[in-house]
C-alpha cells in the first residue's frame, strides 16, 4: 500500500571537470518532495502547533534530518468531487446534493479550483465549477441502472489538469462518494493509488450505510483514502454525512507541509517509501501518503 506527496524537479547539477583531464562529466538531479501532512491530538481533533521537533521523518528506512514543515492551511485548494451515480448514492440523492453545496461553500476560496465529476459505466459529468454556490444545480438527479467504472473514473480524475503540478505548492484531495464497489474498469485499484500518489491527490471517501454494518466495497474505499493520506468515512442519514463533510474541511484547512531535497539517482522511475511520524508520546499521530515516485 502506497501513499503520496507533492513532487517537485529542480533541476541542480554537480559538475566535475578540469581542462585537459579525463575526469567525466558527473551529474545528480536533486528533487524537492513535499508531503501534505494532518496532524491529530489524543482526541482526533486537528493540531495547530506542530513543529519540526515533533516529526521524525524516514525514507527507504534512513532518517531525514534536513526538512522544513510549514502550516499549509493557506495554502490553494484544489478539490474534486467525484460521484458514483449508482443506486447506492440515488436512494440519497436530494440529502447529498444539498449537504454538498453547503460543505464546498464553506471550504472553497477565491485561490481555489474546484471539479466535479459524476460516473456509472462512463465518466457522465465532468466539469470546472467557477462558482461554489452553482455545485447544486450542477448535480442532476442520476439516472437509474446501469454498471460502475469506479476504477476507470477515478483514474481520469487523479490526473486531471488541475492536480497536475505546476510549481507552486497547493493542496490537492478528491471526495469520492461511492459504495466502492467496481464491475467494468480497465484499470485496478492499484493504478488508481499509484496516479494518486502521482500527482499528490489525497482521497477522501464517504460511503452510505449504516457504520455498524459492514458492504462489499468498503474496504476498497478504505484503502483507496490510508494510501493517498486521506480518510474513509462511513454515513448514514443528513446528520452524519454532514459530519463527515465537516471534518474533511476541517482537515483540508489544518494540514501542514512538510518538505526536503533529495537525490535523483537514476533515469527510471521508483517508488521511496515514506514514513512520518510523531515523536510525542500523547496519544497524537501524523497522517500522510506513504512515498513519492522518482520520476514521472
Given at each position: ?227 493517498t493520506g486521506g480518510r474513509d468515512f462511513i ?62
Amino acid at each position: 500500500m502506497k501513499k503520496s506527496v507533492f513532487l517537485f524537479l529542480l533541476p541542480f547539477f554537480a559538475v566535475i571537470s578540469f581542462a585537459g583531464d579525463s575526469v567525466p562529466l558527473i551529474r545528480k538531479r536533486i528533487s524537492e518532495v513535499a508531503f501534505t501532512v494532518v496532524a491529530m491530538d489524543g482526541n482526533n481533533r486537528p493540531m495547530t502547533n506542530l513543529s519540526p521537533g515533533d516529526v521524525t521523518v524516514l525514507e527507504n528506512g534512513q532518517p531525514i534530518s534536513q526538512f522544513n514543515l510549514r502550516s499549509g492551511g493557506d495554502l490553494p485548494l484544489r478539490l474534486g468531487i467525484v460521484l458514483d451515480l449508482s443506486d447506492s448514492t440515488r436512494k440519497t440523492w436530494p440529502v447529498l446534493r444539498a449537504a454538498l453545496a453547503r460543505s464546498v461553500a464553506e471550504v472553497i476560496r477565491p485561490q481555489d479550483r474546484l471539479l466535479l465529476m459524476t460516473f456509472n459505466s462512463k465518466i457522465e459529468t465532468l466539469r470546472t465549477i467557477a462558482e461554489p454556490a452553482s455545485l447544486g444545480s450542477a448535480l442532476q438527479e442520476p439516472t437509474p441502472g446501469g454498471l460502475t467504472a469506479l476504477y476507470d473514473s477515478m483514474f481520469s480524475a487523479c490526473r486531471h489538469e488541475i492536480f497536475l503540478q505546476d510549481g507552486e505548492p497547493h493542496r490537492s484531495a478528491l471526495i469520492l462518494i461511492s459504495d466502492g464497489e467496481d464491475d467494468i474498469s480497465l484499470h485496478g485499484l492499484n493504478d488508481v493509488i499509484d496516479e494518486a500518489e502521482l500527482n499528490a491527490v489525497a482521497v477522501y471517501t464517504i460511503t452510505m450505510h449504516s457504520p455498524h454494518s459492514t458492504a462489499p466495497g468498503d474496504g476498497v474505499l478504505n484503502t483507496i483514502a490510508s494510501a493517498t493520506g486521506g480518510r474513509d468515512f462511513i454515513a448514514k442519514g443528513a446528520g452524519q454525512l454532514e459530519l463527515a463533510l465537516s471534518m474533511i474541511n476541517q482537515e483540508l484547512r489544518s494540514s501542514y507541509l512538510l518538505y526536503y531535497r533529495t537525490a535523483d539517482e537514476g533515469a527510471t522511475r521508483n517508488f521511496r517509501r515514506v514514513y512520518i511520524l510523531s515523536r510525542q508520546h500523547d496519544g497524537s499521530h501524523l497522517r500522510s501518503r506513504a512515498g513519492y515516485y522518482t520520476k514521472p
